[in-house]
Structures are given as C-alpha cells and as structure tokens.
C-alpha cells in the first residue's frame, strides 16, 4: 500500500516569488509520481509525471519537481508565481504492479497575492 | 485522441433519491475506469475502480455502488442519497502506465 503527505495544506506568496509545494511517499514498490492541478470547480489536469530517467522533471506552467529516492519526495517548484497559479495542487502515486489506480495527497491550495 | 465525459456538471438532490452520475470515455479501448470523491475541504478519496466490464473494486464501504455495462461506461448510483454523500464527484480513466485523465467533475449537494 500506498500513501502520500502533503505537508502544507495552504501556502500564501506574493506573485513574482517563488514557490515550493512539498510532497512525500511511502511505498514497498517502485511508483510514478505525478503532481496535478485543480481549478475551482473543475477536474484535474496533469502538471507533471515522474516514470522514470531523469530525477528532474518539467512540467506545464513553468511548474518542475525533482524525485528524491533517498526522501521518498517529489517537491513541485516554480521560480516565479503568477495570479492565475491559484489553484488547488495534489500530489499522487501509482503502484507500477497495480496498474495506474491512484493515492493522493491532501491537496496544497496555493494563494497567490498580488 | 482521448476524451472522457461526466455529467451532469451539477445536481441538487434531496435525502432519501437516487442518484446516478455518469461518465464516458471515448478514443480508446478496455481503459481502466475509476470513480472519485472529494469532499469540501478535503483531498480526493478514491471510490471504485474498474478494469473491464462488469469488474469493479469498491475502495471504501459506503451509499453508493458502481456499475460498467459496456467497455466505455462507468456509473455511480444511489438508491437512497444522505447527506454526507454531498460532495464532488470526479471520474477518470487511464491506459496501461500512463497517467489518469479526469473529467470535468459533478458537484452534487444533498439537501
């Protein structure tokens, strides 16, 4: 089994600043790595997706996070946050053997402030 | 390409009805099918899942129940909605190691 911690349930920046969305796992097996984006009142759309490779992944919007093994992390960053950032972010997991059924995190709701 | 439907967008509902929400994928086949809640304030809390027709998992012991009478088409039901079944209700797909695609959600309210 699966979990996934997203330690920050709100995080308020100022716009230009940077952001840090932080994200941790746990799992006995290997997994994918995603980070999703909920606008108000719609679905989620895919920023980003760890399978394998390169530990530094980009994404849409400018958005990147890094998978740290050794951390069972998978941060989301942006250098520079605008207003339309706002949003609701998820962090998930799949078990590579189980298919693509998904964990989520809590949910990070990013406030961007002008 | 791949598109996947969920209706209705909204839905008002009082306790004791029934509920049934559907959802449809289209350009592609056998697609794994799932079924998630969000309640207000809350992460997304997965429902049922299901890998082909009429092979459904249920996640957690709840009002609801899920069905997939054909390939393409899951949908959750009701017979008799509560309150706490209030919620917004998210469906999504995926393939074989790739990422979920979701629909655009239901926002239901029992009153």
């Known amino acids: 089994a699966q979990s996934v911690t997203q330690l920050d349930s709100q995080v308020p920046v100022f716009e230009e600043a940077p952001v840090e969305l932080r994200c941790n796992y746990s799992?006995?097996?290997?997994?994918?790595l995603f980070w999703y984006v909920q606008y108000p009142n719609q679905g989620l759309q895919l920023l980003l997706k760890?399978?394998?490779?390169?530990?530094l992944v980009k994404g849409i919007n400018g958005f990147e996070a890094e998978f740290n093994k050794s951390q069972t992390s998978f941060h989301l960053r942006k250098p520079s946050v605008h207003i339309s950032d706002t949003a609701e972010y998820f962090c998930?997991?799949?078990?590579?053997?189980?298919?693509?059924?998904?964990?989520f995190g809590g949910g990070t709701r990013l406030m961007v402030k002008p | 390409s791949q598109t996947i439907h969920q209706w209705p967008a909204t839905l008002v509902q009082p306790v004791g009805s029934p509920l049934s929400l559907e959802c449809t994928v289209e350009?592609?086949?056998?697609?794994?099918l799932y079924w998630y809640r969000q309640a207000a304030g809350r992460g997304l809390q997965l429902l049922f899942y299901?890998?082909?027709?009429?092979?459904i998992s249920s996640e957690v012991p709840q009002n609801l129940s899920a069905s997939r009478p054909q390939d393409r088409q899951f949908i959750l039901s009701s017979k008799k909605l509560l309150l706490s079944d209030s919620g917004f209700y998210l469906c999504?797909?995926?393939?074989?190691?790739?990422?979920?695609?979701f629909g655009q959600g239901t926002r239901l309210t029992v009153v």
């Open positions: 999504a797909w995926s393939g074989t190691n790739t990422e979920a695609f």
């Open positions: 799992s006995s097996v290997s997994v994918y």
């Open positions: 760890y399978l394998s490779g390169s530990t």
């Open positions: 998930a997991v799949s078990d590579r053997k189980a298919g693509n059924m998904l964990t």
């Open positions: 350009g592609t086949s056998n697609p794994n």
């Open positions: 299901s890998i082909g027709i009429d092979q």
